[in-house]
């Protein structure tokens, strides 16, 4: 019976870079290696604020401060969007805002959404039947 001689060996400093590691994904000083072994960006629960004055397509994140003087214009949200995917839209100009359901439906409703001056919504989609949900 023969007798395995177990031996200990250590890691160098350095020695395990990122091309190394067996992960999904693209690593950056703004992602992070999940238990998954993805990179995964780093970031909070929204992007930052935007201020915009004319038609804009959102992404999931975004948070919109509409400020038109005078011209309506649309904020359409986002394309084939994930349950609990959200968007914040709020109405700090004198412009009337249209929320584009981009098609899905708002509410339950095959309909556009209005913003008035001074209103503002959450929204969060939640499936095809609802859509996205102001909460």
Do not use: H
Not at 13 to 25: E, F
């Amino acid at each position: 019976m023969a007798l395995t001689k177990l031996v200990s060996r250590a890691i160098t400093d350095a020695a395990v870079t990122i091309p190394k590691l067996a992960a999904t994904g693209t690593a950056s000083a703004t992602t992070f290696l999940r238990g998954d072994n993805a990179w995964v960006a780093v970031g909070g629960a929204y992007n930052d604020f935007l201020i915009k004055d004319a038609t804009f397509t959102c992404a999931a994140k975004d948070q919109i401060v509409c400020n038109a003087p005078s011209t309506a214009f649309t904020i359409t949200l986002p394309a084939s969007p994930s349950p609990t995917q959200s968007v914040i839209i709020a109405n700090a100009g004198a412009a009337l805002v249209t929320v584009g359901r981009n098609g899905s439906k708002i509410g339950s409703l095959d309909e556009d959404g209005t913003l008035p001056q001074g209103n503002s919504v959450q929204l969060v989609y939640v499936d095809s039947t609802i859509g996205w949900f102001a909460i």
